[in-house]
Nanobody, 119 residues
Framework: QLQLVESGGGLVQAGGSLRLSCAAS????????MGWYLQAPGKQRELVAD???????NYADSVKSRFTISRDNARNTINLQMNSLKPEDTAVYYC?????????????WGQGTQVTVSS
């Protein structure tokens, strides 16, 4: 059974940093794009950043130059280094991955991790 497990969320003051991690496990054949999404209260889920298997990255305009996504294909993990955090970055952050397993193919989601930035 495929699992995406996030870690690293928490409470930080504005201007601080956090590092999120996500590990995929299960009967994985291959993983294409992996990424991070956020969902603030009362709003739709939106892309923060994603990365292809080949290392091509894509960022939301709001996080460019502040956040960095990285990936370890051998370990099926991605990280999101978040610097210069702002109160408006407060949200639940979800890991997502386009995964092929022995039974399924398509996007899967983690449970989410809360990031709270105080002013």
């Amino acid at each position: 059974q495929l699992q995406l497990v996030e870690s690293g969320g928490g409470l930080v003051q504005a201007g601080g940093s956090l590092r999120l991690s996500c590990a995929a496990s299960g009967s994985i054949i291959s993983i294409n794009t992996m990424g991070w999404y956020l969902q603030a209260p009362g709003k739709q889920r939106e892309l923060v950043a994603d990365i292809t298997r080949g290392g091509i990255t894509n960022y939301a305009d709001s996080v460019k130059s502040r956040f960095t996504i990285s990936r370890d294909n051998a370990r099926n993990t991605i990280n999101l280094q978040m610097n210069s955090l702002k109160p408006e970055d407060t949200a639940v952050y979800y890991c997502a991955a386009d995964v092929r397993t022995i039974r399924t193919a398509g996007y899967s989601w983690g449970q989410g991790t809360q990031v709270t930035v105080s002013s």
